[in-house]
């Protein structure tokens, strides 16, 4: 009974703005270390995750003006490039931890009980994450086959290293964080910030902005991708309305048995 009981944590438990400040500074070292190790992989790493990217384009130079070579034009584009790719695998590979560090962060200002969420936010947010990239991935080929056409056959379609691979990899990366959406809606119903009567009422304004949000964050700027990663968020955001009302009729039973 004791452990269902929503228990406010004690006084002397709070932090200073000092002791937040100092605490935040240790998470974020430790999360640099984190994207430096797991950069130092994504080195290793970096040919097969190439080859991996490439398929998109590979799979569009049926036709006669997509190339699938990339043109290199600067001697040091391929040290840079492989460098960025290097950090950018370090941060996937790092994610979990570096989701860890922000629960760790943030619990203490949660109840007792709700502290006991640590795994599955920290599971539930690498999988969303992880979801998020691989919808991206497979979102680039009708992506780029809409922006080829819409140039027209009149155009031949080579691409730098850079230009191709950074813009699947923002890709990647603007899914990936657009898919945590229904974390943090969560949470902030954990914390008491927001209510999922709240959410339901905001419902057609929080659709606005979804898509703006979606519209901002998507690199390439075409609908394709903009329906790809919004019409996802729009179904997290009532995910989070049931989610929330079922965690605020857990915490009324327990505080009645109480």
């Not at 998109?56 to 391929?78: A, C, F, I, M, T």
């Not at 790092?94 to 989701?99: D, K, N, Q, R, V």
């Not at 945590?180 to 959410?199: C, D, H, M």
């Amino acid at each position: 009974m004791a452990d269902t009981v929503r228990e406010a944590p004690p006084e002397d438990g709070r932090m200073a703005l000092m002791d937040h400040l100092i605490e935040l500074r240790s998470r974020i070292i430790k999360c640099a270390i984190a994207i430096a190790i797991g950069s130092a992989l994504g080195w290793i790493l970096y040919q097969p995750v190439f080859n991996i990217l490439m398929g998109p384009l590979e799979r569009l130079s049926d036709d006669p003006n997509v190339s699938d070579k990339l043109q290199v034009l600067d001697p040091l584009e391929g040290f840079m490039l492989r460098l960025k790719m290097s950090a950018y695998i370090g941060i996937g590979v790092a994610m979990p931890y570096l989701l860890w560090q922000v629960w760790r962060f943030i619990s203490p200002g949660l109840y007792q009980n709700e502290r006991r969420y640590a795994s599955a936010f920290v599971v539930s947010a690498s999988f969303l994450f992880m979801f998020g990239a691989a919808v991206a991935y497979y979102t680039l080929e009708p992506a780029l086959s809409f922006l080829q056409s819409v140039g027209g056959d009149n155009l031949v379609y080579q691409y730098s290293p850079t230009k191709y691979l950074m813009l699947i990899v923002y890709m990647m990366l603007a899914f990936g964080l657009g898919f945590e959406f229904p974390i943090v809606l969560v949470a902030l119903q954990l914390v008491g910030v927001l209510t999922p009567k709240q959410l339901r009422q905001f419902r057609r304004f929080g659709i606005v902005i979804i898509f703006v949000v979606a519209a901002v964050i998507t690199p390439s700027a075409d609908p394709i991708s903009l329906f790809a990663l919004a019409i996802p968020m729009m179904v997290f955001y009532e995910v989070s309305i049931i989610i929330g009302t079922l965690v605020a009729r857990r915490r009324t039973a327990a505080e009645l048995n109480s």
